[in-house]
């Protein structure tokens, strides 16, 4: 039965479902949690392009032979502050999660952890494996490429991925600093939202193969794994608006993770043999944690960073405008009030769900869908 319309699910019901469909195909129960909990993180803070509305995706690939559900992590290289791990094209959420464990674990003993990955798949929001540090009283950040879907300024042909930057740290409040944002204006799931919702997708964020800006929301997604549409850097086409940099902090991203693992990069990570056979996309990622004791003590550093986020909240407003924001505000207010409504789940997505769920014979979680 379909209901028209979004429902609110209770926050742990879900969570239990997606794990159980981890596990049903093929994946640890402990690995399967770490997705699920990485798939709900996302829906907790408002970044519904990358929650479970993404389950069928991970369910296709992991059915196809795309991503291994089984995770082999295997330290190729290791140092006191540095590692080298090959993900074997394992799940990218518990190879991320690993990853910046050691990484915590060598800067918590030496000041500094910085771990590289090759071989992974998609691994959910950098921001999560960030926050992972800044829980543990560090700095983090989380880098990943992806597959080709940006185009270089002045190009029209997709070849950077949408490669984030996520950094978060501990401050004096009740949540971290938390900025977690992809190099280009926006991302296919985004664009995957407004095609469920049947909206057209805002003029400068696409352009295609004649660098012409394109709004058509239906034809953009059948046109990108065609190559026929790629999105734009931060600061959007050319130079004048600052394109520039979001395509040099994109390339930047692909050079710490790609570089530093000897991984994967650009065409090499599009998921398809030249005849379309689909192949994994052997990602590659990169984390780092500092230890924020190494340098001043804990404490210190909280009060610190408390005070610089009041007072950029503070400054003058412009016309209009209620209040400012820092980055992971919004976010935490958003988890706060899901974790009591529920997370919304789209019509389009309850017939995914509701699909999965007959497809795996799972049953008892009280859905009203």
Not at 282 to 311: D, I
Not at 333 to 338: H, K, T
Not at 356 to 367: K, P, S, V
């Amino acid at each position: 039965m379909n209901s028209g319309k979004t429902v609110l699910v209770p926050v742990e019901a879900l969570r239990t479902f997606v794990r159980e469909v981890f596990v049903g195909v093929g994946t640890e129960p402990k690995n399967a949690q770490i997705c699920a909990d990485v798939l709900i993180a996302s829906d907790l803070r408002g970044i519904e392009s990358h929650g479970v509305s993404r389950l069928k995706m991970y369910y296709d690939w992991i059915k196809k032979g795309i991503i291994s559900p089984a995770v082999r992590f295997e330290v190729v290289r290791d140092g006191p502050t540095t590692a080298v791990v090959d993900a074997h094209t394992s799940l990218g959420h518990p190879i991320a999660h690993r990853a910046m464990n050691l990484a915590i674990a060598k800067a918590r003993q030496y000041g500094l952890g910085a771990v590289a990955v090759r071989n992974s798949s998609h691994y959910g929001i950098a921001g999560y494996y960030a926050r992972m540090a800044a829980e543990e009283g560090m700095i983090g950040f989380s880098f990943t490429n992806a597959r080709p879907s940006v185009a270089p300024t002045f190009g029209a042909e997709p070849m950077l991925g949408t490669n984030p930057i996520a950094f978060a740290c501990p401050t004096d409040e009740d949540f971290p600093f938390l900025f977690d944002a992809a190099t280009s204006i926006t991302q296919r799931g985004k664009i995957e939202v407004l095609a469920r919702e049947k909206k057209p997708t805002p003029q400068g964020w696409v352009v295609d193969r004649n660098g012409q800006l394109s709004t058509d929301t239906q034809e953009i997604l059948r046109g990108i794994p065609k190559e026929l549409f790629a999105l734009l850097p931060i600061g959007g086409a050319g130079e004048e608006m600052g394109g520039h940099k979001g395509y040099g902090l994109a390339t930047m991203v692909e050079i710490l993770c790609a570089g530093l693992s000897s991984g994967a990069f650009l065409w090499a990570l599009s998921g398809m043999e030249k005849d379309g056979t689909p192949r994994p996309h052997r990602l590659a990622h990169f984390f780092l944690a500092l230890s924020v004791e190494h340098f001043v003590p804990l404490e210190e550093f909280r009060l610190t960073l408390g005070g610089l986020l009041r007072e950029l909240r503070n400054a003058a407003k412009s016309p209009g405008e209620e209040r400012i924001y820092t980055a992971g505000e919004k976010g935490h207010a958003r988890e706060q009030r899901i974790r009591g409504e529920g997370v919304p789940v789209s019509p389009s997505l309850q017939a995914e769900i509701r699909s999965i769920r007959a497809e795996l014979g799972l049953t008892g979680h009280g859905f009203p869908f």
